[in-house]
């Protein structure tokens, strides 16, 4: 125990030394944070190293304990027996202190509470004047905190658990046990024990064959068989890929306002999803995420993982470019040192650790490593052979267009030069004289910042639309006329190389790192390890166009004998298997983490590791088999557990456990029968893919409600723990939420009875007593049911109906059609439609028409547009004509706009409705006939909105009767026929029968032909409203399944 | 207190962890007569300094003007704008890095009235008449200073201290200090005047690194308040009720037999609230209890102060019902940012807020709840002396006016100052760091005393970088 303690009597009746050194922890946290800097503040002055007033010093332990001229100070645990609160509470007229002013009430409560807790008093951590400390200014205690102690040999405890152990693991584990009087629980029974490794392994229920294959396994080797085969698969890797996702920070988008999605960020996540599945050793993998730009610049498979130094956020039009940069860098040393180090840097970028021995300026040196590095758009993920093939084919069709090129230069170039002139001069003068400069001339900070500033103008580049742009009829036709031209050339133009989202450094040299002292002013910092285990100047050796310090830092990381890199990864292992590390707190082994419970255990795992060639599958392999993962976890907690350990640190069963937020959306999917297991490649929303939750779009400003209520992270720092909570808003999404509900529905509507629910969710058969329960269930739901649905019977409409041309029904078969492959119409263009609406919504939602939208107002990815019809309870006219649009407004910010006609749409009758979208005049305007009363005319009606393009900049597929993600937004009733025309079509141009329609549409759709090529109907979520009571019954019977706890927690 | 069945709990950390609600640090220090500040270092200590202050504040309101509004158009009167509109910034200021990077841009006069009022004198320009009747319940901070030049940095640190994401909200810090008084509502929520979503979404009211209870939870003012809060078209309430009735049948045994595990008993009982929430929650916003006399006070008859108005009432009737922080949002998705026609769009935004605020410090006063209610006003940054495009003003983040009232705030008080343009603030800067560390002293927590440990650092709402203004309380 590094702690000094006054003299105290202590009842530790009932107290495990674990709880004690908690206690402990507490303690010297208290006497960190409060107490040395009451001390320091107030009273060091006279009595600290300049000036020992009245024999007194208070800036040690020892010479505290010794007190001074009037005799001890304290009496610990006592404080009304104690001098110093008899001094400070100014109780004695001649001996008051402070001599002047005294204490605040605050503090004198304080350093009571202190006094009472037996004034703890931590061995010294920061250095205290007087106590000797080595030339870098640490103390032997601190030199001797565990984390930095080179890797022992444990020996396992021979004697440990000879009956039960079946490893090495266990023997430590045994050991513990028997030197606590703890028992191991029984071991889990072959249902258990396959359902944790599944979920374990793979993040996914073991199908029933699954199961029942393992149990009637009677082969002696059957439990190493299903662990191999485990490893073998793909799954494995699409599990443990998230815990390292988690603690890099990854995610699809950029953070801060537009949250732009990073088209290419995809790659890395299949990368490590890869190379998980391949077994790559540790090594390697850590050295291609912080070098695999020097290490192997021409190898795509490897440099792809620099992709990690790009998953901090980024804002695309920040100005403080100098700022961004920074906080880059900073975040870039944060993560690092806490994912492949396990030690909490950030908090010595401004001093020194108040609690650890890092240095600031081991921060800085940390730091120093990244200060170079440049995020790149320019190098696809490709070969040096694949890059040079392509740039010659590219080359050849250059040549052979270059008469064309130059033409559209001419007509186009001006304009987009102009706009990108207007962001560069936006940066202040500094900048704009870096980016001025030839790159060759700039010093490698201002290449750093050039090209971050690049960014913004690439980014004009990236947005500007020539034909929006040109002014004239005569140049836009001339523009498209060349367009089609170089258009013949397709063939000889060369396949674009994959995008890549990768760095690299900004060259050999690298900018200066500065230390921002707070005293003295800045000061240059080299790269560095951290001093108090690896004090040696790292060893550079800088490359042609790189600097290698980065190699050298992943170097020095993965070295076998480097205590921290081992025990971290080796810890973290543990953790996802129990839930919980052998050190408790996986990002930070230092004095604010938690004592690990079995070190010995660790420098063995660490040390096997090692032996194993950093093979995780290995480790993993030991660990699965041992008879500590083993053991049950259901159990009554023994009472000698239930008061020494009764958070179970020392594994005597196995700790039960709530599902992580992905295992439980895939165990959701895996139970109803739709998991999609579709490996990589670009994603969905996880509200409209089945795929695995790895595979979703992760949008830090829009975390997908699911996985958010059941605490994913968002991706903004590392995150080595999932937070479990149960929310309120958590069961409401769960019994009412629309997903959750959809599974139940789908699931209802497959199975037969209850007992394939209960094997479908739960794994297992029901018991006796729970068939009984669900039997009555179902009956009582089923008759409830039939009741309803008589009454209902007369609005249920025949299937025959429902499936007539051009009839959109909610959870239908037909309940939208996706049109893919259509072009877009661009940001002036005309809807037009022969509806016939059987109702309107009841609540607020709009019953779609036609729309190219996915109903999110937020991101670049959501713009859009739609056409359709108002609810009952809508701000607008209720069952009115509306056209929502999402695009950019004259503040280039992404904005939302309802533009609603105030022309009714009555349900039952047959309308003939058109909408003129005009982003150049700022207005809609709605053209609407009612097709059943002969005589009457078209209302007409223009109304203005503020945005001013890029509706088509979306990443939705226009979609007739809905949106493209599934809402209450379906349309119900008729739609005769649709068409979207890019232009303002003129009211000659429309007609109320399609077949009229001319075919110049981006897209056109009438109802009475076949389905065009590219239209895809899309389903509802299966039976509810089949009225099918009994199919009803099953799907409530499947939705509190779902919502059980048996479902959610392994236990 | 309310007193619940709790199962045995393992430790206090799996406490804060699982609780569904109710319990803020603060209270439980008090209870449990021991310290106890959470985290996942799961490291415990003293609590007892975190309370015994002096600030009164029970709860907050936090009217968000999203965008930034113009403080040389409200609160900061510059008389020198107007003598050098027209001019280019002297060359005594510093250039500032400007978002939209107009940098030789000329000031642009104030065309507003200004006049002072209540006994205190404060200055307000005549976008305000009805708040400036309250003058002397104000306390106008007019030197806060922010790091965000952007409005997503600005936002995120006004809602967490920092410009970068993954930190808990304001409102989820005083959530987790103090809990809430109502168990069947959330302790933190928030309303937004339209459907347009706030600069960086959701996280804006998210938790970071601390659990989930504590995050904000978006009210809407229309139909169902709270997302899942109805049960979806075709669940009638037996139906609903019989699910719920037979999911406890199952768990209830299943907990029973795992008596050691709280999470199950924790997951129980967060359908228990929810299906009390969904009894509260609708009445909670329901206004048809209101007086007509209030409805017209905070302006419901009339179109341009509706929205606000009706949330604004909102915001008393939640305060009321024990809701900790209630935040409104006005200009939701950069509303108040006027690049452009200043004049025009911020007429609008204050004849649309003014009258509604006014009412909110009337009534709470009437209902003697001004005295532990802390009332905000503000964006996450001001805006420049300088124009910019055609008639507009530039981010300014280096020195921007926010007011309080309330809570135990002196009203009647000028606080710290801008440079003659109001371009920088110069005097008693108060940093978003201190604004929230004094806000934190109102309601009587000490901030320093606050800490969430999170990967073995104590995280403290002001990034251990704030220092409360002790002279907000007189």
Excluded at chain 1, 98 to 104: A, F
Excluded at chain 2, 236 to 251: G, H, I, S, V
Excluded at chain 2, 258 to 273: K, N, P, T, V
């Amino acid at each position: 125990m590094k702690i000094f303690w006054f003299p105290l009597i202590f009842t530790v009746v009932g107290m495990s030394r674990l709880a004690a050194a908690e206690e402990t922890r507490s303690g010297e946290i208290f006497f960190e944070t409060e107490i040395r800097p009451l001390l320091a503040r107030r009273c060091y002055e006279c009595h600290g190293e300049k000036k020992s007033k009245s024999g007194l010093r208070l800036d040690s332990a020892a010479r505290f304990a010794q007190g001074g001229d009037s005799g001890a100070l304290i009496v610990a645990g006592a404080p009304e027996k104690s001098l110093l609160l008899q001094v400070i509470r100014r109780t004695d007229p001649d001996l008051q202190m402070p001599p002047d002013d005294p204490l605040p009430a605050t503090e004198v409560a304080r350093l009571e509470q202190w006094v009472a807790m037996g004034a703890p008093w931590p061995a010294s951590v920061a250095p205290v004047a007087g106590l000797p400390v080595d030339e870098h200014g640490f103390t032997a205690e601190q030199r001797a905190f565990w984390t930095f102690q080179p890797l022992t040999h444990p020996t396992p405890p021979a004697l440990a658990g000879k009956r039960w152990a079946r490893g090495e693991i266990d023997q430590f584990i045994a050991a513990k046990h028997a030197e606590r009087g703890l028992v191991p629980a029984p071991a889990a029974n072959r249902e258990e024990w396959v359902r944790r490794v599944f979920f374990d392994v793979h993040g996914l229920p073991p199908t029933r064959a699954q199961v029942t294959a393992f149990v009637e396994d009677q082969r002696p080797d059957a439990d190493e068989r299903l662990i191999d085969e485990l490893l073998a698969s793909p799954r494995y890797g699409e599990r443990w890929g998230q815990h390292w996702l988690d603690l890099v920070r990854f995610a699809d988008s950029d953070g801060y306002r537009a949250d732009f999605l990073r088209p290419a960020a995809w790659q890395y996540r299949d990368w490590v999803i890869r190379s998980l599945n391949a077994d790559l050793p540790y090594d390697r993998f850590v050295q291609a995420q912080l070098a695999g730009d020097e290490i192997a610049p021409n190898d795509p498979d490897v440099f792809v993982a620099t992709s990690y130094l790009r998953n901090g956020i980024y804002e695309w039009n920040q100005r403080d470019v100098r700022g961004q940069a920074n906080l880059i860098v900073d975040d870039i040393t944060a993560n690092v040192g806490e994912v492949f180090l396990g030690l909490s840097f950030a908090c010595a970028r401004c001093h020194d650790h108040k609690f650890d021995p890092i240095l600031q300026k081991d921060y800085f040196a940390l730091r120093a490593f990244f200060e170079g590095v440049l995020w790149r758009s320019d190098l696809p993920l490709a070969t040096r052979e694949e890059r040079a093939r392509s740039a010659e084919k590219l080359t050849a069709w250059e040549t052979a267009t270059a008469g064309i090129r130059g033409q559209i230069e001419e007509l186009i170039g001006p304009e987009r030069d102009r706009l990108v002139k207007r962001a560069h001069d936006r940066f202040t003068d500094d900048i704009q004289t870096m980016m001025d400069k030839p790159a060759a001339q700039r010093a490698p900070f201002e290449q750093v910042v050039a090209t971050l500033a690049a960014r913004q103008l690439e980014y004009e580049v990236d947005r500007y639309e020539p034909q929006k742009a040109l002014k004239t009829p005569e140049a836009k036709a001339r523009y498209a006329t060349l367009l089609a031209e170089l258009q013949l050339f397709e063939a000889i133009k060369p396949a674009p190389l994959p995008e890549a989202f990768v760095a690299t450094d900004a060259g050999r040299e690298s900018p200066p790192t500065k230390m921002k002292a707070r005293r003295g002013g800045d000061r240059e910092v080299a790269p560095g390890f951290l001093t108090v285990i690896a004090p040696e100047e790292p060893l550079i050796t800088p490359l042609e166009h790189s600097s290698g310090r980065r190699t050298a830092l992943a170097n020095w990381i993965t070295r076998p004998d480097n205590p921290l890199a081992t025990r971290t990864i080796v810890n973290r292992v543990w953790q996802y298997h129990f839930g919980r590390g052998l050190a408790g707190s996986p990002n930070d082994l230092g004095k604010l983490g938690e004592l690990p419970t079995h070190p010995e255990l660790l420098d063995w795992l660490a040390q096997r590791f090692i032996t194993l060639g950093g093979s995780l599958k290995k480790l993993h392999r030991e660990i699965l088999l041992s008879a500590t993962y083993r053991q049950t976890a259901r159990m009554a907690v023994p009472a000698r557990a239930a008061l020494i350990d009764p958070d179970n640190r020392f594994l005597w069963r196995f700790s039960p456990r709530r599902l992580d937020a992905e295992q439980v959306r895939d165990a959701m999917l895996a139970a109803s029968g739709e998991l999609n297991l579709t490996v990589g490649g670009p994603v969905q929303d996880a509200g409209v893919s089945t795929r695995r939750s790895i595979f979703t779009l992760r949008r830090r400003n829009s975390t997908n409600d699911l996985l958010r209520v059941l605490d994913a992270p968002a991706g903004f720092s590392s995150s080595a723990e999932r937070q479990v909570t149960a929310t309120p808003l958590q069961a409401l999404l769960f019994m009412n939420g629309e997903w959750p509900l959809a599974r139940a529905r789908q699931l209802g509507s497959v199975v037969a009875g209850a007992a394939d629910i209960w094997q479908a969710v739960l794994g297992r058969v029901p018991l006796a007593d729970e068939k009984r329960v669900a039997e009555d269930f179902i009956a009582r739901r089923t008759a409830a049911g039939r009741l309803g649905a008589d009454e209902a019977a007369g609005a249920i409409t025949s299937e025959h109906a429902v499936m007539a041309a051009g009839r959109f029904k909610e959870n239908t078969a037909r309940e939208r059609l996706l049109v893919r492959g259509a072009p877009r119409e661009g940001d002036d263009f005309t809807v037009e439609a022969i509806v016939h609406l059987e109702s309107i919504d009841p609540g607020a939602a709009v019953r779609v028409i036609a729309s190219r939208w996915n109903g999110e107002r937020l991101s670049l990815d959501s713009h859009g547009w739609s056409l359709g019809v108002t609810g009952k309870k809508s701000a607008f006219k209720p069952s009115s004509l509306i056209v929502q649009l999402v695009g950019e407004d004259d503040n280039m910010n992404t904005a939302y706009e309802a533009v609603a006609s105030g022309i009714v749409i009555a349900p039952g009758k047959t309308f003939h409705v058109v909408a003129r979208v005009a982003c150049a005049e700022g207005t809609v305007s709605f053209f609407v006939r009612d097709l059943d009363s002969a005589e009457s005319g078209p209302l007409t009606t223009t109304v203005k909105h503020r945005l001013v393009g890029k509706l088509g900049a979306g990443a939705a597929t226009p979609v007739i009767g809905g949106l493209y993600r599934r809402g209450p937004h379906q349309f119900d009733g008729r739609i005769d026929g649709v068409r979207v025309v890019p232009g303002l079509l003129d009211d000659q141009a429309l007609a109320a029968d399609p077949s009229r329609w001319s075919a110049l549409g981006a897209m056109t759709w009438d109802a009475r032909h076949a389905l065009p090529a590219g239209y895809e109907w899309q389903a509802g979520v299966s039976g509810e409203e089949t009225a099918d009571p009994r199919i009803r019954a099953m799907t409530d019977l499947a939705h509190v399944l779902l919502n059980s706890n048996e479902f959610i927690h392994l236990h | 207190m309310p007193c619940y069945n709790f199962s045995p709990i393992r430790s206090r950390r799996d406490f804060l962890r699982t609780a569904g609600g109710g319990f803020g640090a603060v209270a439980l220090a008090a209870l449990t007569g021991s310290p106890l500040i959470a985290g996942t270092g799961g490291a415990t200590r003293a609590g007892a300094a975190l309370t015994n202050r002096p600030g009164r504040a029970k709860n907050v309101i936090f009217l968000v003007m999203e965008g930034g509004p113009s403080h040389l158009d409200t609160f900061d009167h510059k008389p020198l704008i107007n003598e050098l509109d027209g001019q280019k910034l002297p060359a005594s200021f510093k250039p500032p890095i400007l978002a939209m990077g107009e940098s030789n841009a000329p000031i642009m006069g104030s065309p507003r009235q200004w006049t002072q009022h209540g006994q205190s004198g404060l200055w307000v320009s005549d976008w305000f008449p009805h708040v400036a009747r309250h003058a002397d319940d104000l306390a106008v901070i007019k030197s806060c200073v922010s790091d965000g030049i952007n409005h997503a940095g600005g936002v995120c640190q006004m809602n967490t201290g920092s410009v970068f994401g993954g930190r808990p909200s304001l409102g989820a810090w005083v959530d987790y200090g103090l809990g809430t008084e109502n168990q069947n509502l959330p302790g933190f929520v928030v309303i937004k005047d339209s459907e347009k979503e706030v600069v960086n979404g959701v996280r804006n009211w998210g938790t970071g690194f601390m659990p989930a209870v504590h995050q904000g939870v978006e009210f809407s003012a229309n139909g169902s308040p709270i997302r899942n809060l109805q049960a979806p078209k075709g669940l009638d309430e037996a139906r609903q009720r019989d699910k719920l009735e037979f999911l406890a049948q199952l768990n209830r045994p299943h907990a029973a037999a795992r008596a050691d595990d709280s999470e199950l008993e924790a997951r129980i009982r967060s359908y228990e609230l929810a299906y009390r929430m969904q009894a509260e929650a609708p009445g909670a916003v329901d206004l048809s209890r209101e007086t007509a006399e209030t409805k017209t006070l905070y302006g419901l008859d009339a179109k341009e102060t509706a929205v606000f108005g009706r949330n604004c009432l909102l915001a008393r009737r939640l305060v009321e019902q024990g809701v900790r922080f209630v935040q409104l949002y006005s200009g939701a998705g950069s509303g108040w940012d006027s690049h452009t026609e200043l004049e025009k769009s911020h007429a609008g935004l204050c004849r649309s807020v003014d009258k509604p605020i006014a009412a909110l410090l009337t009534d709470l006063k009437a209902r003697g709840l001004l005295d532990e209610t802390l009332v905000i006003w503000g964006g996450e940054f001001g805006r420049t002396p300088m124009a910019e495009q055609k008639g507009g003003r530039d981010h300014n983040p280096t020195g921007f006016t926010m007011w309080m009232a309330g809570g135990g705030v002196q009203g009647g008080k000028s606080i710290g100052a801008t440079d003659d343009l109001g371009l920088y603030a110069v005097k008693d800067r108060l940093h978003v760091h201190d604004l929230h560390a004094s806000i934190m002293y109102l309601l009587g927590i000490d901030h320093t005393q606050l800490i969430y440990h999170h990967q073995g650092r104590p995280e403290r709402i002001d990034v251990n970088e704030g220092k409360a203004f002790k002279r907000l309380i007189g």
